[in-house]
């Protein structure tokens, strides 16, 4: 349900891509809010494609549960977020109901954040399903910011097959009022000099930080629409909320906002990379050059993004969905993907309950193991936390480590990589075809000979 | 079963056996001690299926008999009680304890279900208890604590001759210590890797009680993979981890270029003082010159720390970075008055060793530190 704001407010509505004949004036209005549609129950339809065009409520189904998330189809029998389960299937019984899956969701996130990511690095994300972005850096590469926000609703509906509505305004408060305006499935842009008349109509509510008790205030004084707000004398309004309060009102009900989109990314807590396998995987080699393959790739992402991280983990979900994840702190940080790898290994080794049989300290370090897990699995991943930039960190070196050693060795890669492509250099066992090489080796060294005092 | 016996001498006994009992044992009777009195004489047993610990106690013995019962909660109450001879009873399906005006009674477990301990390997020869509990605690401290890395975790002992040498690493220091001890056949070479933690424990406890401790290795055949320790009345049995171990005997550079010597006592505490502003992995940094030595730490925005202090120093001035804790753990071991730092290249490791008086290196004993990169 997108309203159509009348012309004379100088707002435009702008139809999704097709049929869009008003150029909207958008000029300055550098900040997007995007906000996914029914994110949750979107997500759900998304993967059981017969739930398309039905209600679906996701939420706690235990007997206190409240709905995360209701679908359009289950919005028009009254569900609303936050409202209890109860309530929702005595509105809407023929509604799925659904218990949330926050990993899926947060899968999903991910992917709709990078989107977001490759507008723009000024990414600010407010909670799992929406972001505001700055997009005034993106013009000249990408367009005018309506053009932008229609880049980004085509990119999440062909890539991820799912809806957001988005706000385009020149501060982060009139951007988000303008995607709540125009849900689902929207695109409003509120020009610069239109915003007085977009903004005035509204309930004081529409204000950030009025809520049932500031509003109930407002309303003791005769104030009901934003455009009260801003007529009314100050010293009103200061008298009835006090100084702070009466002048983030004002200047908000004026449309002054000074608030930046923080974006420069707000220093990510970890850098991982995991894989779903076509066919579940129980073939032990597998699973090892799997690991070295995603510690490989975690690894260059941390040197590309000049971080070092202290603790790796693994996760490993099995054919059944049980998902094992592991984790272990090491002595010093790390963006070296061959110690990542010896420590996802490790830990791989530990949870299978190999280690001490088999695949026992010293096959670790290398050369050649063969075996079958007990249960397959489907999704290998690989993780670094504990992040901190590389500027400075001193290093704890270890005994018998080469002064160039793995490190430094990587790095040359990365520059190898960033010329030539992903394909050019790679550990000798990822590798394709069946002669691989017993393993990757080492700078200034061609095996780890017995007479060669390296720790593992 | 029933016996008399000084509440000391019980609590000791009951205290270390419990220690070594599992947290979450496999089977419930394995959280147990097991009892068990035969001609005056108390045996006090725990075991997990990788370490074995006994101890016998000379008791009034009214009755023999065993009794099993959860060590934990033993060790507590033993410990608890009055300073007063204890009586203790088994009673159909439990164990009654009375101590002065104190009375306990305590479920027992069924006796038949323990496992049967397993017996000690063959003697491979005896060493002075001080001298082992001492060098055991000097390696000790290198070895490493995480358990991904099972043989990391142990410390190696080598059996060659008249010398028994034990050594550790974690990766990022390493310890060497040669002790001399009596072989039950001359020209013997055996090699071991102990569990740091049970080895540590064991020469903890054996130490004090002076005298000799057993070193009972098998060489194939009956307590294949088993090392044992006795000593006194206490009697210790631990699985060993696979032998293969990295040589760090390789790693101790030979080439030293600049040599320092310091007061132990005086570097522990300006190293202490100083590390207050330093994390768990920022360095401390260390910068001699003639007769001086400036330590220091913090980054240039975070607190910063630093101070001087006497050292003697041969070589050219060079600044080198520690992590705090492995120079801290090195120092408080050398059981000595002076400590010599050498040094052979910046990114190479520092061999800190004990130093007499007269500033002359003590042989025995070597730790190796390999010293943090600063930048990137």
Redesign the interface.
């Known amino acids: 349900m997108a309203p159509e704001l009348p012309d004379d407010t100088g707002c435009t509505v702008v139809p999704d891509d097709t049929g869009c004949t008003v150029v909207p004036d958008d000029v300055g209005c550098t900040v997007l809010h995007v906000d996914m549609d029914a994110f949750f129950a979107s997500v759900e339809v998304r993967r059981r494609p017969e739930l398309a065009g039905r209600p679906v409520v996701v939420g706690g189904t235990g007997p206190r549960g409240v709905v995360s998330s209701a679908s359009y189809e289950a919005r028009a029998y009254g569900v609303r977020s936050a409202m209890p389960i109860g309530q929702a299937r005595r509105l809407c019984p023929q509604a799925v109901f659904l218990p949330p899956d926050m990993a899926a969701y947060a899968e999903v996130s991910r992917a709709v954040m990078r989107i977001f990511q490759d507008v723009t690095p000024l990414v600010e994300p407010l909670s799992i399903d929406e972001a505001f972005l700055d997009v005034a850096g993106a013009q000249r590469l990408l367009g005018s910011p309506a053009t932008i926000a229609r880049l980004i609703k085509r990119r999440i509906a062909t890539e991820l097959g799912l809806t957001c509505t988005v706000g385009v305004a020149s501060t982060k408060f009139v951007a988000k009022l303008a995607s709540t305006r125009s849900k689902p499935d929207g695109l409003l842009v509120v020009p610069v000099a239109g915003v007085l008349e977009f903004l005035h109509p509204l309930p004081v509510e529409a204000l950030w930080g009025v809520g049932d008790r500031t509003a109930e205030v407002l309303r003791r004084l005769g104030l009901r629409l934003v455009g009260d707000v801003a007529a009314a004398p100050v010293g009103m309004l200061r008298q009835a909320l006090g100084e702070a309060a009466a002048r983030h009102l004002h200047d908000l009900a004026w449309g002054r906002d000074p608030r930046p989109v923080l974006g420069g990314r707000p220093a990510e807590k970890s850098i991982g990379s995991e894989t779903t396998f076509d066919t579940d995987v129980s073939d032990v080699d597998t699973v090892r050059r799997t690991l070295l393959g995603l510690a490989t790739r975690v690894g260059a992402r941390l040197r590309r993004s000049g971080q070092v991280g202290r603790t790796v983990a693994i996760k490993v979900r099995l054919a059944d969905f049980r998902t094992l994840t592991r984790s272990r702190t090491l002595a010093a940080p790390t963006d070296v993907a061959r110690e990542i790898f010896a420590a996802a290994w490790a830990l791989f080794t530990q949870l299978t309950g190999l280690s001490g049989t088999h695949l026992s300290a010293t096959h670790l370090s290398g050369n050649h193991l063969n075996g079958t897990l007990r249960e397959p699995i489907r999704l290998l991943g690989v993780r670094v936390e504990g992040l901190e930039t590389t500027d400075d960190i001193p290093r704890q070196l270890a005994l018998g480590e080469r002064e160039h050693g793995w490190r430094d060795a990587e790095r040359a890669a990365d520059a190898v990589v960033a010329r030539f492509g992903a394909a050019a250099v790679r550990p000798a066992s990822l590798l394709p075809g069946p002669e691989r090489g017993a393993e990757s080796v080492g700078p200034g060294q061609t095996d780890q000979g017995s007479e060669n005092a390296v720790i593992p | 079963m029933k016996f008399r016996v000084e509440r000391d001498h019980l609590a000791d006994a009951v205290a270390w056996t419990a220690k070594s009992l599992p947290t979450r044992p496999s089977v419930p009777v394995l959280a147990g001690v097991l009892l068990r009195v035969e001609d005056g004489v108390l045996t006090v047993s725990g075991f997990d299926y990788e370490v074995s610990s006994q101890v016998t106690v000379a008791v009034q013995g009214d009755s023999d008999g065993a009794a099993l019962v959860s060590g934990r909660l033993l060790a507590e109450i033993t410990k608890a009680l009055p300073a007063k001879p204890v009586e203790v009873a088994a009673v159909g399906s439990h164990l009654e304890l009375i101590c002065g005006s104190a009375r306990f009674t305590l479920p027992t477990m069924p006796v038949e279900d323990y496992p049967t301990l397993p017996a000690m390997p063959e003697t491979a020869g005896v060493v002075d208890a001080q001298t082992f509990a001492l060098a055991v605690h000097q390696v000790a401290i290198a070895a490493g604590r995480?358990?991904?890395?099972?043989?990391?975790t142990g410390v190696r002992m080598e059996l060659e001759g008249e010398t028994l040498s034990l050594l550790a690493?974690?990766?990022?220091?390493?310890a060497i210590r040669e002790i001399t001890w009596r072989p039950n056949e001359p020209g013997a070479s055996l090699y071991a890797l102990v569990p740091a933690r049970t080895l540590h424990d064991t020469a903890k406890t054996l130490g004090p009680l002076g005298g000799d401790v057993t070193v009972a290795l098998s060489r194939g055949g009956v307590g294949e993979g088993m090392i044992g320790f006795a000593g006194g009345t206490r009697r210790t049995t631990s699985r060993l981890l696979?032998p293969?171990f990295?040589?760090?005997r390789?790693?101790f550079p030979e080439d030293h270029k600049a040599w320092a010597r310091m007061n132990v006592s005086a570097l522990t505490e300006v190293v202490k003082r100083v590390a207050l502003v330093a994390d768990r992995?920022?360095?401390v940094r260390l910068s001699f010159s003639d007769g001086e030595v400036v330590v220091e730490a913090g980054?240039s925005e975070d607190a910063r720390a630093s101070e001087a202090m006497e050292a003697d120093f041969t070589g050219e001035p060079l600044t080198v970075?520690f992590?705090p804790s492995y120079l801290l753990d090195g120092l408080s071991v050398l059981d000595s008055p002076k400590v010599l730092i050498s040094f052979s290249q910046p990114?190479k490791?520092a061999v800190v060793t004990p130093a007499g008086d007269d500033g002359e290196s003590i042989p025995g004993y070597r730790y190796?530190i390999?010293?943090?990169?600063?930048?990137?």
């Open positions: 995480d358990e991904t890395i099972p043989m990391l690493t974690d990766r990022y220091r390493a696979d293969d990295p040589k760090i390789a790693l992995t920022t360095p980054g970075a992590n990114m490791p190796l390999m010293p943090m990169r600063v930048g990137s």
